[in-house]
Each structure stands twice: as C-alpha cells, then as structure tokens.
Nanobody, 122 residues
Framework: QVQLVESGGGLVQPGGSLRLSCAAT????????MGWYRQAPGSQREFVAA???????KYADSVKGRFTISRDNGKNTMSLQMNSLKPEDTAVYYC????????????????WGQGTQVTVSS
C-alpha cells in the first residue's frame, strides 16, 4: 500500500516557475515507477511526465524542455520542476505510482494522490 501526497501548487504568472512535490509513504518507494498527470476544467486527465525505477524519463510533447521530473529515493519524494509556465498549464496536477511502469504511462497506476492546483495567470 502506498499513500501519495502532492504539494507545491499555486498561482504563478506566465513565464514563471513552480516546483511540485509528491511524498510517498507506506511502502518501498524505490520499487515504484512514478508519474505526473494533470486535468484542466472540462478536459480529460492527461499525461505529463514519468520516471521508471531505473531513472528513465518520458515527457508529454507539450512540456518537453520546460518540465523536469526527478525523484529522491532516500526521501521518498518525487518532484516536477515546471519552468516557462503557460496559461494552458493550468490544471490540477496528480502524482501516481505503480510497480509496473507501463501502468504509470497508461494512466492506470494503482496509487494516486489527491492533486494540487496550478494556476498560470497574469
């Protein structure tokens, strides 16, 4: 069993930066692939970024070059550094985790956080 809690969301101006964190408890963090998804009002949840147990990363085309996913297995945390933010990045951001990285990439991971709101607006 894994519990995930996101933090770090907020209001930021276009072009600004935010760093989201996902804290995991309840199991051996290093065994799980981790990812970030987001959902804007009236839209379906979409993939943002993921990192496998081995450290391989994958990003949505819309965030490549602007967002960076990282993890600290010693602290049981995962982060998403978001730079050059745009209004279209506004959404609730969720972290997810699963022992199977394909489930993380497919959006069907076993564990999900409650989400943190990111609003990009002037």
């Amino acid at each position: 069993q894994v519990q995930l809690v996101e933090s770090g969301g907020g209001l930021v101006q276009p072009g600004g930066s935010l760093r989201l964190s996902c804290a995991a408890t309840g199991s051996i963090f290093s065994l799980y692939a981790m990812g970030w998804y987001r959902q804007a009002p009236g839209s379906q949840r979409e993939f943002v970024a993921a990192m496998t147990v081995g450290g391989s990363t994958k990003y949505a085309d819309s965030v490549k070059g602007r967002f960076t996913i990282s993890r600290d297995n010693g602290k049981n945390t995962m982060s998403l550094q978001m730079n050059s933010l745009k209004p279209e990045d506004t959404a609730v951001y969720y972290c997810d985790a699963d022992e199977d990285s394909s489930y993380v990439l497919a959006g069907i991971a076993e564990y999900w956080g409650q989400g943190t709101q990111v609003t990009v607006s002037s």
